[in-house]
């Protein structure tokens, strides 16, 4: 498994921070995504670092094709 939801959403954060992406805060594309990593720290990493150059939507979007550096058929095998 992943972090918990509090160590999750502060891995996320600052993530955030470091690839000046704060205005997607409260983006529900964004929740989602974060959502969908399950915790897992790499993930979270790799896939939200792509919010330096693109919106949480062109993420999600990525991600949903396999092409945002995770294991997409991984993460969304993982029980909720």
Do not use: I, M, W
């Not at 983006?27 to 979270?44: E, T």
Request: glycine share 8%; proline share 4%.
């Amino acid at each position: 498994g992943g972090l918990d939801e509090e160590a999750a959403s502060t891995l996320a954060d600052r993530v955030l921070v470091r690839c000046g992406a704060e205005k997607y805060r409260g983006d529900k594309d964004y929740r989602l995504l974060v959502r969908l990593l399950h915790g897992f720290p790499l993930a979270l990493e790799v896939v939200l670092a792509h919010l330096a150059t693109h919106t949480p939507a062109q993420v999600l979007e990525l991600f949903r094709r396999g092409e945002a550096g995770v294991d997409t058929q991984e993460l969304l095998n993982q029980p909720r």
